[in-house]
C-alpha cells in the first residue's frame, strides 16, 4: 500500500499562485510516476501533470502548459505542483496520485490517490 498525503491548495485571486505538495509513504517502487489530477464542479476529473522516477520528463495538459510546474525531489519522496497565473476555470479539488506504470495521461494508469486539495480561484 502507499499512502499519499496533500497539502497547499485555498483561496486565491485570479492572476495569483499556489503551491501544493503530496507526499509519499509506504511500499513506494524505486522507480514511480507521480501525477496531478484536477476535478471542477460536475466535471470529470482531468489530467493536470506528471513526472516520471526521475524526474528527467514531465508531461502537461495543455490548459497548463507555461502556467504550472511539476517537480520531485526523491529523497523526500515529495511530489510539487506550483501553479503561476491563476484563472477561475483552475478552480478544482486537486489530487495527487502515484503510478507503478509509468508516465501517462489516464487516470486508469495510477494505482493510488492522495485525499484531495481545494483550489478556488476568485475572478
Known amino acids: 500500500q502507499v499512502q499519499l498525503v496533500e497539502s497547499g491548495g485555498g483561496l486565491v485571486q485570479a492572476g495569483g499562485s499556489v503551491s501544493l505538495s503530496c507526499a509519499a509513504s509506504g511500499r513506494t517502487f524505486s522507480r514511480y510516476t507521480m501525477g496531478w489530477f484536477r476535478q471542477g464542479p460536475g466535471k470529470e476529473r482531468e489530467f493536470v501533470a506528471a513526472i516520471n522516477w526521475s524526474g528527467s520528463t514531465t508531461y502537461y495538459a495543455d490548459s497548463v502548459k507555461g502556467r504550472f510546474t511539476i517537480s520531485r525531489d526523491g529523497a523526500k519522496n515529495t511530489c510539487y505542483l506550483q501553479m503561476n497565473s491563476l484563472k477561475p476555470e483552475d478552480t478544482a479539488a486537486y489530487y495527487c496520485?502515484?503510478?507503478?506504470?509509468?508516465?501517462?495521461?489516464?487516470?486508469?494508469?495510477?494505482?493510488?490517490w492522495g485525499q484531495g486539495t481545494q483550489v478556488t480561484v476568485s475572478s
Open positions: 496520485a502515484y503510478s507503478s506504470y509509468g508516465l501517462g495521461y489516464s487516470r486508469y494508469e495510477y494505482d493510488y
